[in-house]
């Protein structure tokens, strides 16, 4: 019999194999024993549940059930018998039991308590192992799945983008740089500056803050393309939406304007969310209930009205509002939040950058809904936008979730080559560098649109939790890279 020979606790609580021998294989959550016998709840990762082992001392050794540790991996083999106990409909008798792996439990740091979020952090590498972060790896898994059927049934082509580039899309200066050159000591040329000509790619190079630009140039081939993948950016902001690594989807389409491009995204988020509610059902009630947990430790007026699973629903069962930035402002401006100083950063005037604690106003105090903000001012957005005819603003579309802000960033792009010329050189942007990008709109150059979805920011709105740390495996942050 090969090794793997072992069925999921997923299977066996879907088939319910009564009578049949079975070789399950996992780690141990639980050990109770008395003089008669052991229960083990055992665990895989196929699904939440813990799968109850009961073994009788006279066919299993003491020596072996000592060391049926929390913590230990195990291989046995059984019978799949009716349950005594309550809330599991069979169990298995165990005839023999292999210790794969075993874990001291002197040392094991994963006691059957309450971990706190903040240690388990300390611990990414066995974090997994619990019940909350096994839960929100699925969901993550199966939001990844729901954003590629997506796309694919739709037509769209997943395309790789490169992650080491010579550009930065977002022109916010937040790069990684990629070298080879021994760091004390690069080679200069006669100026004293840095010479780059001899680095490995023959230029200066940095890890890509968007796969945007290249997929611009794909869509301009396949008309509907899609990319999915790292992104990282250096940006000092140690919050709880933030990543120095975070992955990225980012939809381009051609022969789109910027109400095409609102439908798609909220199509798109809509998709996702229901996909997660269709299918991870048993993880999101346990992170439904853990996130109420969390939410009765806060004062009574800061808790959310609506549970995770009534936030789900309510997303998708609701009509974004679609309201332009300028409108934004007056009901910003206006609102007593303002006039209170209640803010941080006050609105003053038209044109002010949009902080989080104004987003979460309009999605989570005035509107009560997700919100597609539009037509931006050209200032505070990107040198590609396109430029709308007032002359003073683009065709930005932001979109605003409940808790969590920007989750979508994107916009028309400016396939004029006049217009986009004449912006790049207002904002200082190299044309040289980017002469590929500019040819786009030389040969063949169509209205075209585009979004960029933080994966994180939706699986942190999807699992309920509360710091975007604890919804990727091992996160970069400032100050942070251990594992
Ligand atoms: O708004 P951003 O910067 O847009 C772009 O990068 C465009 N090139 C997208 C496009 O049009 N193709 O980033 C898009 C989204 C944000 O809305 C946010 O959800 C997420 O990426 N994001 C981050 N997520 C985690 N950590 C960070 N540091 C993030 N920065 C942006
Ligand atoms: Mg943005």
């Known amino acids: ?125 066995l974090r997994m192992r619990t019940n909350t972060f096994s839960a929100v790896f699925r969901v993550r898994h199966a939001l990844a799945f729901a954003v590629h059927k997506y796309f694919n049934d739709k037509g769209f082509f997943y395309i790789h983008t490169p992650i080491v580039t010579a550009s930065d899309a977002e022109g916010a200066g937040e790069t990684f740089k990629v070298t080879t050159f021994e760091l004390g000591n690069p080679p200069r040329s006669e100026d004293g500056k840095i010479d780059f000509k001899q680095d490995f790619f023959g230029r200066e190079t940095n890890l890509t803050v968007s796969g945007q630009l290249e997929g611009e140039l794909a869509a301009m081939a396949l008309s509907e393309i899609y990319t999915f993948g790292p992104t990282f950016r250096a940006e000092n902001s140690n919050t709880t939406r933030h990543l120095a690594e975070f992955w990225m989807i980012e939809p381009e389409m051609a022969f789109y304007d910027a109400e095409d491009n609102q439908n798609l995204a909220e199509d798109f988020l809509k998709y996702v969310i229901r996909y997660a509610l269709d299918n991870c059902a048993e993880d999101l009630n346990f992170l439904a209930q853990r996130a109420l947990e969390e939410e009765n430790t806060k004062p009574a007026d800061q808790r959310s009205e609506l549970g995770l699973i009534e936030k789900l629903k309510f997303v998708v069962e609701n009509e974004f509002v679609r309201l332009t930035y300028t409108e934004a402002i007056d009901i910003l401006r206006n609102s007593n939040q303002n006039k209170k100083k209640k803010f941080q950063y006050l609105i003053e005037e038209w044109g002010a950058d949009l902080q989080s604690e104004h987003e979460r106003y309009l999605v989570e105090k005035h509107f009560k809904k997700p919100v597609i903000l539009t037509d931006y001012p050209k200032q505070i957005k990107a040198f590609y936008m ?42 200082h942007i190299p044309q040289e560098e980017l002469w590929w990008y500019l040819d786009t709109r030389r040969f063949g150059a169509t209205p075209h649109a585009g979004f960029g979805l933080g994966f994180e920011r939706m699986v942190l709105f999807v699992t309920g939790m509360g710091n975007i740390r604890d919804v990727i495996a091992f996160p970069r942050t400032p100050g942070n890279a251990e594992f």
């Open 386 to 427: 396109r430029q709308n005819e007032d002359g003073k603003t683009v065709a930005a579309m932001d979109i605003l979730f409940p808790g969590i802000g920007e989750i979508v960033g994107g916009s028309q792009r400016e396939e004029r080559l006049d217009r986009l010329t004449q912006r790049m050189e207002e904002m």
């Open 1 to 125: 019999m090969a090794f793997n020979k072992r069925v999921k606790i997923k299977t066996i609580l879907e088939l319910n194999p009564i009578g049949q021998e079975i070789t399950l294989m996992g780690w141990v959550r639980t050990k109770r024993s008395n003089k008669n016998v052991s229960f083990i709840a055992l665990n895989d990762g196929s699904i939440i549940t813990n799968y109850q082992v009961v073994a009788d001392p006279n066919l299993i050794s003491e020596e072996i059930l000592k060391k049926c540790s929390t913590g230990a991996c195990l291989k046995i083999t059984g019978i799949v018998v009716e349950s005594q106990g309550a809330g599991q409909t069979s169990e298995l008798n165990a005839k023999s039991i292999e210790i794969l792996g075993e874990a001291d439990p002197e040392k094991y740091p994963l006691q059957p308590k309450k971990h706190s979020l903040e240690f388990l952090r300390d611990i990414a590498h």
